[in-house]
């Protein structure tokens, strides 16, 4: 979630220099290539049934395409301080989700830990009322809000899929969905686009997105939803907001200020909450 964190952030930059459909493309491009050679099926593991398909496919459609468009469009028409404030939320998201479908029992301590969260949110959309309209576009935090959505459903599926699929076998083979979901966008959006003005720093920057986005967050995200229930692995992503303000603050120069402060304070709290071992565990 630290890694996702920081790749919304400086998605910023690089939605300026690309367009949004042609750097989700390049970005599933990449992680195609990296994943290839997980995709063979180790013997340990079933064949795919219909039903594992059909999550596979909702997985990449939800996590990786609509969240990439929502996350991409959204960041471009607002701030990444204001996209770490909205995404505060996916902890709630993920515990509602987790509850509705997934039946997961959820102890009233995480629903305080979601509630850190959210009280996080809270201080941190007050702490950019006054900052320039420019940031608070309308259209824009509603898109990002559409990512929190897709990021929570993705949370919930993946949790189904890691019973039957390997880590590195679901990010291969949803990454391979999005790429295939993303190329019509994005070779619509490469006819005439002119790579040579793209500066060399801006490919690197695109070289660590796609690996960050496409490879490295989607395997440890799936490895620990392994040994973790859904709802508790929703309240890490107490890390996503806290990560991307701080990339915005330090890296791309957006104010902050004691409310973000108090905010990240909140969020780590949360996190806390959720993680501490139950009374009567220690030592088992």
Same mark, same amino acid.
């Given at each position: 979630?630290?890694?996702?964190?920081?790749?919304?952030?400086?998605?910023?930059?690089?939605?300026?220099?690309?367009?949004?459909?042609?750097?989700?493309?390049?970005?599933?491009?990449?992680?195609?290539?990296?994943?290839?050679?997980?995709?063979?099926?180790?013997?340990?593991?079933?064949?795919?049934?219909?039903?594992?398909?059909?999550?596979?496919?909702?997985?990449?459609?939800?996590?990786?395409?609509?969240?990439?468009?929502?996350?991409?469009?959204?960041?471009?028409?607002?701030?990444?301080?204001?996209?770490?404030?909205?995404?505060?939320?996916?902890?709630?998201?993920?515990?509602?989700? !987790?509850? #509705?479908?997934?039946?997961?029992?959820?102890? *009233?301590?995480?629903? @305080? %830990? +979601? $509630?850190?969260? /959210?009280? =996080?949110?809270?201080?941190?959309?007050?702490?950019?009322?006054?900052?320039?309209?420019?940031?608070?576009?309308?259209?824009?935090?509603?898109?990002?809000?559409?990512?929190?959505?897709?990021?929570?459903?993705?949370?919930?599926?993946?949790?189904?899929?890691?019973?039957?699929?390997?880590?590195?076998?679901?990010?291969?083979?949803?990454?391979?969905?999005?790429?295939?979901?993303?190329?019509?966008?994005?070779?619509?959006?490469?006819?005439?686009?002119?790579?040579?003005?793209?500066?060399?720093?801006?490919?690197?920057?695109?070289?660590?997105?796609?690996?960050?986005?496409?490879?490295?967050?989607?395997?440890?995200?799936?490895?620990?939803?392994?040994?973790?229930?859904? !709802?508790? #692995?929703?309240?890490?992503?107490?890390?996503? *907001?806290?990560?991307? @303000? %701080? +990339? $915005?603050?330090? /890296?791309? =120069?957006?104010?902050?200020?004691?409310?973000?402060?108090?905010?990240?304070?909140?969020?780590?709290?949360?996190?806390?909450?959720?993680?501490?071992?139950?009374?009567?565990?220690?030592?088992?």
């Amino acid at each position: 979630m630290a890694l996702v964190g920081s790749y919304v952030a400086l998605s910023k930059p690089l939605v300026a220099a690309l367009p949004v459909f042609l750097l989700a493309w390049l970005r599933f491009a990449i992680g195609a290539v990296a994943t290839l050679h997980w995709l063979r099926r180790p013997e340990s593991e079933p064949p795919l049934t219909p039903k594992t398909r059909r999550l596979l496919f909702l997985e990449s459609l939800l996590g990786n395409f609509l969240f990439s468009i929502c996350m991409l469009l959204g960041v471009s028409m607002t701030g990444a301080v204001s996209a770490g404030v909205i995404m505060a939320s996916i902890p709630a998201v993920v515990a509602v989700l !987790s509850w #509705g479908f997934l039946r997961e029992r959820v102890a *009233p301590r995480v629903w @305080t %830990a +979601v $509630g850190c969260a /959210a009280a =996080g949110m809270a201080l941190l959309a007050a702490a950019r009322q006054d900052a320039p309209e420019a940031t608070h576009a309308l259209l824009g935090n509603v898109l990002v809000f559409g990512a929190v959505l897709c990021e929570a459903a993705y949370a919930t599926i993946g949790k189904q899929l890691t019973g039957v699929l390997g880590p590195k076998r679901i990010t291969a083979l949803v990454n391979l969905w999005g790429l295939a979901l993303m190329t019509p966008l994005g070779l619509w959006q490469a006819r005439g686009f002119d790579f040579a003005a793209v500066r060399p720093a801006t490919w690197l920057l695109l070289l660590f997105y796609a690996m960050a986005a496409s490879v490295w967050s989607v395997w440890l995200w799936m490895t620990g939803l392994r040994h973790v229930p859904a !709802s508790l #692995g929703g309240v890490f992503t107490a890390m996503l *907001p806290v990560s991307a @303000t %701080a +990339v $915005g603050v330090l /890296a791309l =120069g957006e104010p902050f200020g004691a409310l973000q402060a108090a905010a990240f304070g909140l969020a780590l709290a949360g996190v806390l909450l959720a993680t501490l071992p139950a009374r009567g565990t220690v030592g088992r």
